[in-house]
C-alpha cells in the first residue's frame, strides 16, 4: 500500500506562486506515473497534470498549460506542482495520485491518492 501526503497549499494573491509538494510513504514511488487533479466546489474533479516513470514525460491540461510544471525526486519519493501566474479560478483542492505504467487524465484509472490540499487564489 503507498500512501501519498500533499502539502503546500495556501492562500495567495492572483498572479502569485505556490509549490505543492505530494510525499509518498514507500519507496516505489519511482516505479508509478504520478499525477494531480484538483476539485472546486460544485465542480468535477479535472486532470491538472501528470509526469511518467517511464521516460519522464509529462502533460499538462490546458487551462494550466504553461503556468504550471510537474517534477518528480525519486530519490526523495516527493513529486511537485510549482504553479506560477495563479488566477482565481485555479482555486481548488489540489490532489496527487498514482498508477502503474503511463500517466493518465482519467481519474479512475489510479490506484492511490492523497488526501488534498487547499489552494485559494484571491482577486
Known amino acids: 500500500q503507498v500512501q501519498l501526503v500533499e502539502s503546500g497549499g495556501g492562500l495567495v494573491q492572483a498572479g502569485g506562486s505556490l509549490r505543492l509538494s505530494c510525499a509518498a510513504s514507500r519507496r516505489t514511488i519511482g516505479s508509478y506515473a504520478m499525477a494531480w487533479f484538483r476539485q472546486a466546489p460544485g465542480k468535477e474533479r479535472e486532470f491538472v497534470a501528470g509526469?511518467?516513470?517511464?521516460?519522464?514525460?509529462?502533460g499538462y491540461s490546458d487551462s494550466v498549460k504553461g503556468r504550471y510544471i510537474i517534477s518528480r525526486d525519486n530519490a526523495k519519493n516527493t513529486v511537485y506542482l510549482q504553479m506560477n501566474s495563479l488566477k482565481p479560478e485555479d482555486t481548488a483542492v489540489y490532489y496527487c495520485?498514482?498508477?502503474?505504467?503511463?500517466?493518465?487524465?482519467?481519474?479512475?484509472?489510479?490506484?492511490?491518492w492523497g488526501q488534498g490540499t487547499q489552494v485559494t487564489v484571491s482577486s
Open positions: 495520485a498514482g498508477k502503474a505504467g503511463y500517466y493518465s487524465d482519467y481519474g479512475s484509472t489510479y490506484d492511490y
Open positions: 509526469i511518467n516513470w517511464i521516460g519522464g514525460g509529462t
